[in-house]
């Protein structure tokens, strides 16, 4: 009866250890998205690895992450010097960001190493490392022997506590390491300018007929949400007014300013809205019928317009802007061919423009 109960607790020990199951946690994912050039982007994936977070860099952001993912990080020259970090497994990449760090200026190492402390210390609660399993200590049987009874005796008077000695105290943290002072707050992203320079081609319409022309402009930005643009236009294509007297081409130069305010910027992507003022000058060449005199007539005037100016980022500074505008001017001038008013130039005019736009960030 000994040996089989012998057997049966041997035997129980081996099955509750053979059944014991090694769980590794997953180690947590970080998607980094920057350029293959970029200085900045291989410093912040240097900062993730020493915490211990897995990362991926990548050159495009995705919409498919890869499994464990806790945040994407997109490393941006848009708008200004920054990183955007969206959390969760599958952030979706046309949302806000999580949290916003600006970078004034990489080619200072001051603010190029504080920028990516702060990102570092946004995943620190994120970045715990898988504990080691070790494995677990073999069966050990052993028969012990109660000791002899020892004759009763009163309980001994407690002694007293020893003397607290002065000294200083240090306190290790779970993993053996000094506990780190909280990490501080993000600074605020300051806003931040940028110039640049735009070429696009535009179709004008209205009471004058359709015509043709381009738009050169520089484009002054203080602050991302405000943008100053002087532009010159020239003509390519005349607005035509025909008559039984002839036909009169009108050509439509302007110079103006127009601002803009930026009403939304998601990722990619943005809208302003804004106006300005043009001054225009209108060139009408005259071909007549037979019997008639032609005569090539020049006027100027101004006009205000409003308009809405969508932008989107194609690669690096370049932008693709299409715009519509819708104006009036302030003395629009008439077609008159043998005394008779046969067009009205400028009541109204709407402009549709495509526009490449390249900025860039001082």
Do not use: C
């Not at 915490?51 to 990080?73: M, S, Y």
């Not at 943008?227 to 294509?237: A, K, S």
């Amino acid at each position: 009866m000994k040996r089989s109960g012998l057997a049966f607790g041997l035997t129980m020990a081996l099955t509750a250890t053979s059944g014991r199951a090694e769980e590794v946690p997953a180690e947590p994912v970080v998607v980094l998205v920057y350029g293959a050039t970029d200085e900045f982007g291989l410093r912040l994936e240097a900062e993730l690895r020493s915490i211990g977070v897995k990362v991926e860099p990548r050159r495009h952001a995705a919409r498919t992450q890869p499994p464990g993912t806790i945040a994407v990080v997109t490393v941006s020259r848009r708008g200004g010097r920054r990183v955007e970090i969206r959390m969760g497994g599958h952030p979706s990449m046309q949302g806000e960001a999580d949290l916003v760090v600006s970078v004034d200026d990489v080619s200072d190492p001051l603010g190029s190493i504080q920028a990516a402390e702060r990102v570092r210390a946004a995943f620190e609660p994120l970045a715990l490392r898988p504990p080691s399993v070790e494995p677990a200590p073999e069966p050990v049987f052993e028969i012990v022997t109660p000791p002899p009874a020892l004759p009763s005796s009163p309980p001994p008077w407690p002694s007293p506590p020893p003397p607290a000695s002065p000294g200083i105290v240090i306190e290790l943290g779970v993993d053996g390491r000094l506990p780190r002072w909280p990490a501080p707050p993000p600074l605020p992203s300051r806003e931040g300018g940028a110039f640049g320079l735009s070429a696009g081609l535009g179709a004008m319409f209205g009471s004058q007929g359709p015509s043709m022309e381009t738009t050169l402009s520089f484009v002054a930005a203080p602050v991302r949400w405000f943008r100053v643009e002087p532009f010159v236009t020239v003509p390519l294509l005349p607005s035509v007014f025909e008559d039984d007297a002839g036909v009169a081409e009108v050509y439509a130069g302007a110079l103006g300013v127009r601002v803009g305010f930026t009403v939304l910027e998601v990722s990619f992507f943005s809208l302003a809205l804004g106006g300005g003022v043009e001054a225009l000058w209108l060139r009408a060449v005259g071909e007549p019928a037979a019997g008639y005199v032609g005569t090539t007539e020049d006027a100027f005037t101004g006009a205000v317009f409003a308009d809405l100016s969508p932008r989107f980022a194609v690669l690096g500074p370049l932008s693709l802007v299409p715009r519509a505008t819708l104006g009036v001017a302030l003395a629009p001038a008439d077609v008159v061919f043998d005394g008779e008013t046969v067009g009205v130039w400028g009541m109204p005019f709407g402009d549709l423009n495509l526009a490449i736009e390249a900025t860039w960030s001082p």
